[in-house]
């Protein structure tokens, strides 16, 4: 089965070289392991840089530009074996005009993936992770595999994290994520993070029900119990095609988005999976636990919208 191309979210223009050197070396890698790279930028009359050049009509000023800068930086970068890149011309200024055109693109050409860098701001603004990044989270229907700039170098992608809940939408993402999985010939810790009940609840039910309430020991035994029987579907989608696999069910006092990024760092994953769930409010927050993993992950993160 041929792999499908990943495409790189490039941005000629950008002013941030760290975040552009984690991108490349995640791009790097891939390609190392096989697979298919391809730059794409949606150019539009929002960047400045293009709109100053007047000497041909606007459309493909745009692009010749565009093209121009994306050649220039790709030759400093010596990344071998790079497919062209593509340049698209949106002629509507607006954010979510460019990001569903590079969504559609993506699309059409059964990408595997978009590699995107995210700014992930500090202070009041760290519940933004860049606009372009943010957007693309709301809506790509092709799975994303984003970089923040505090992450590290890529070295290689041989062992991947996918926290899930056990949903039938994270068992979807999860076959996809496998597919990817399987292409880099890497292994899978499939993480469920199990919340520890509040103190105040174990107090509750001694006063409801007395001796016969269950501790906090053996309430979490029995979660267990049936969270196994719950990852049975996501251990046969591995099995089947042939990936090592290893379960942790994880009981934790710290919010789903650190116990993940706990457990990626102690198992030393090059990369985290998760699912972002639609849905009018979900959209709007785009979900705590994936904006955490994806501002903190020192990983790249591959996220996909279900």
Known sequence: MAKPPILWAINPFQQNPKLFNRLKSLVQ?????????????????????????????????????????????????????????????????????????????????????????????EGLRRILLGSFAESLLASSRVPLLLVNPSAKPTRELRRLLFATDFSPASLRAFRNFCDVAA????????????PTPFPWVTRASKYLWGDRAASVGEYLQLLQEIRRDEAKDFVSVAKRLRLPMDLAIEPSTEDVGKAILEQAAKLKVDAIALV???????????????????????????????
Not at 52 to 66: H, M, P, S, Y
Not at 183 to 194: N, Q, Y
Not at 278 to 299: N, Y
Request: with cysteine; charged share 20%.
């Open 29 to 121: 890698t891939l390609m190392h392991s096989g697979m298919s790279v391809e730059p794409a930028f949606v150019v539009s009359p929002a960047e400045a840089n293009v709109a100053l050049e007047f000497n041909v009509a606007a459309k493909g000023r745009f692009k010749t530009v565009a093209t121009r800068e994306i050649q220039r930086v790709l030759k400093s970068c010596q990344l071998r074996g790079l497919k062209a890149p593509q340049v698209l011309v949106e002629s509507r200024i607006s954010l979510n005009a460019s990001v569903k055109r590079l969504s559609d693109y993506a699309v059409a050409q059964k990408a595997s993936a978009i590699v995107a860098g995210t700014h992930a701001h």
């Open 183 to 194: 292409w880099l010939k890497a292994g899978i810790s499939l993480l469920h993070v199990l």
């Open 276 to 306: 972002a769930q639609t849905g009018r409010w979900q959209t709007a927050l785009l979900g705590s636990v994936s904006r955490a993993v994806i501002r903190e992950a020192e990983v790249p993160v591959w996220v996909q919208r279900i």
